[in-house]
């Protein structure tokens, strides 16, 4: 504990926040780590603590190879976020495929965006479905795949955007009628 640090959030308040120093020698790699903290107090039972660590990219050597924030250290695999979801529908399959392509954000705790990699984008087949029976607008689900090339970690995410079936609902042959 900090000397001095703990103020209450609210006057007469219960609830203080103090802060903690926290020291860590790791002996065999000669390497010293002091890490403050804050820990919300009442009556001095601890509430939470802040900030969560050993989830692999938190510049502590976690495994103990003298080595910090390495590749088995990386336990939260990257990500993909959508920038945005369009209103309208999609005319076409294609149209949606590129839309995800253009607006699919990668993230990763551990390596930057130059090292991850977004793509393919492919429609899963047999996974569109019409929102209201005999509508033309359907939902489809797309999968995206994002790799981290410096783990070499590939992780696949859905996305469900909503495209206008362009294809006929039934072909009948015409028959007899000069063009057969």
């Known amino acids: ?10 006057t007469g308040s219960p609830i203080e926040e ?5 020291t860590v020698t790791d002996t065999r790699c ?18 939470s603590l802040v900030p969560l660590r050993g989830l692999g990219c938190d510049g502590i050597d976690n495994d103990y190879d003298c080595l910090v924030d390495e590749c088995d250290e990386d336990l939260v695999p990257p990500t ?13 399959v294609a149209d949606a495929i590129e839309f995800l392509i253009a607006n699919l954000c990668p993230e990763d705790d551990c390596t930057g965006s130059n090292d991850l990699v977004v793509g393919p984008v492919l429609l899963v087949p047999g ?20 790799t981290d090339t410096r783990c070499n970690v590939t992780v696949t995410e859905s996305f469900v955007l909503e495209v206008v079936n ?12 000069g063009c057969d």
Not at 30 to 46: G, I
Not at 84 to 92: E, H, R
Not at 166 to 177: K, N, Q
């Open 1 to 10: 504990l900090v000397p001095g640090s703990c103020m209450a959030l609210v």
């Open 18 to 22: 103090c802060v903690f120093n926290a």
């Open 30 to 47: 000669n390497v010293t780590v002091t890490e403050s903290f804050v820990l919300e107090v009442v009556n001095a039972a601890p509430i």
């Open 80 to 92: 993909l976020k959508l920038s945005y979801v369009p209103d309208d529908p999609f005319k076409l």
């Open 127 to 146: 996974s569109c479905m019409a929102l209201v029976t005999g509508s033309p607008i359907e939902e489809c689900v797309f999968n995206a795949t994002v």
């Open 166 to 177: 362009a294809a006929p609902i039934s072909l009948v042959p015409l028959r007899g009628l």
